[in-house]
T-cell receptor
Framework: NAGVMQNPRHLVRRRGQEARLRCSPM?????VYWYRQLPEEGLKFMVY????????ESGMPKERFSAEFPKEGPSILRIQQVVRGDSAAYFC??????????FGSGTRLTVV | DAKTTQPPSMDCAEGRAANLPCNHS???????VYWYRQIHSQGPQYIIH???NNETNEMASLIITEDRKSSTLILPHATLRDTAVYYC??????????????FGEGTQLTVNP
């Protein structure tokens, strides 16, 4: 029973490139949440998705960021035209019931 | 979701109990108290949650005051691997839909040998 799988663990992108972060939820989990943790800061909610639907994207930056959770396959957090300020750890969590979300190990994005 | 207040840091000797306090004076009747921790460079880990009764599991105990305005997470025999940032989160547990977690600054617990 694998946990929440995120890949890649580390991602380096040059300014202006696209970053695609993947999250495979635990088996049977239909709720996925993305959080961002900037250096030396706490985790901030970004977006909450259920299969094929975005439920709450109130924490997503207005531009360049998008998320999806297709019927088949992992959830994807996509960052277009990355800038240095996007460098952070991005964590995904999944749950079948609210409140007991299981987190993945995160993707550490470095923009150079 | 109600806001929480935690001390920024605490120290504890290995093998002793670690008692981490949390104030949530504006908690509503339908809000639960959740505790998570984040060991350096890892994803947050769920520890325990409760509504008004004290709770215990294999990791920790949660003591909630009668007026529910504060709580204490107890690690009965702290080990070096318990060194982490501990987050106290208050939120509604919706049964039919998910809800996000609002992380504050947390308490950096350092367990010393």
């Amino acid at each position: 029973n694998a946990g929440v799988m995120q890949n890649p663990r580390h991602l380096v992108r040059r300014r202006g490139q696209e970053a695609r972060l993947r999250c495979s939820p635990m088996k049977g989990h239909s709720h996925v949440y993305w959080y961002r943790q900037l250096p030396e800061e706490g985790l901030k909610f970004m977006v909450y998705l259920q299969k094929e639907n975005i439920i709450d994207e109130s924490g997503m930056p207005k531009e360049r960021f998008s998320a999806e959770f297709p019927k088949e396959g992992p959830s994807i957090l996509r960052i277009q035209q990355v800038v240095r300020g996007d460098s952070a750890a991005y964590f995904c969590a999944s749950s079948s019931l609210p409140g007991q979300g299981t987190f993945g190990s995160g993707t550490r994005l470095t923009v150079v | 979701d109600a806001k929480t207040t935690q001390p920024p840091s605490m120290d504890c000797a290995e093998g002793r109990a670690a008692n981490l306090p949390c104030n949530h004076s504006t908690i509503s009747g339908n809000e639960y108290v959740y505790w998570y921790r984040q060991i350096h460079s890892q994803g947050p880990q769920y520890i325990i949650h409760g509504l008004k009764n004290n709770e215990t599991n294999e990791m920790a105990s949660l003591i909630i005051t009668e007026d529910r305005k504060s709580s204490t997470l107890i690690l009965p025999h702290a080990t070096l691997r318990d060194t982490a940032v501990y987050y106290c989160i208050v939120r509604v547990a919706r049964e039919t839909s998910g809800s996000r977690l609002t992380f504050g600054e947390g308490t950096q617990l350092t367990v010393n040998p």
